[in-house]
């Protein structure tokens, strides 16, 4: 199984930009479809953003289309989320996932991260 650590985050002003990392351990990393997800104060845990394994195929959420980009290094085992044009309603605490299977059918999500906070300014 694979294991994860969250770093980037922190206080921005509203149309400024983080780039959060999620560094992975394990030998299997390479084969992980990882996402991203972002839970608000009091709110449910939303996804944001995932990547296939071979980092070919991208999927967002319609409330971050065009302002976020994910992308991956399995050299590095690092996956990235850079975010621009931060808007206040983006502030939550960040989690990055990692499913053994494709997006397209992954219902649970085997390991989580333990998440970092990212906070926009009005």
């Known amino acids: 199984q694979v294991q994860l650590v969250e770093s980037g985050g922190g206080l921005v002003q509203a149309g400024g930009s983080l780039r959060l990392s999620c560094a992975a351990s394990?030998?299997?990393?390479?084969?992980?479809?990882i996402g991203w997800f972002r839970q608000a104060p009091g709110k449910e845990r939303d996804f944001v953003a995932a990547i296939s394994w071979s980092g070919g195929s991208t999927y967002y959420a319609d409330s971050v289309k065009g302002r976020f980009t994910i992308s991956r290094d399995n050299g590095k085992k690092m996956v990235y989320l850079q975010m621009n044009s931060l808007k206040p309603e983006d502030t939550a605490v960040y989690y990055c996932?990692?499913?053994?299977?494709?997006?397209?059918?992954?219902?649970?999500?085997?390991?989580w991260g333990q998440g970092t906070q990212v906070t926009v300014s009005s």
């Open positions: 394990g030998r299997t990393f390479r084969s992980y479809t």
């Open positions: 996932a990692a499913s053994d299977l494709p997006y397209e059918v992954t219902i649970d999500w085997a390991s």
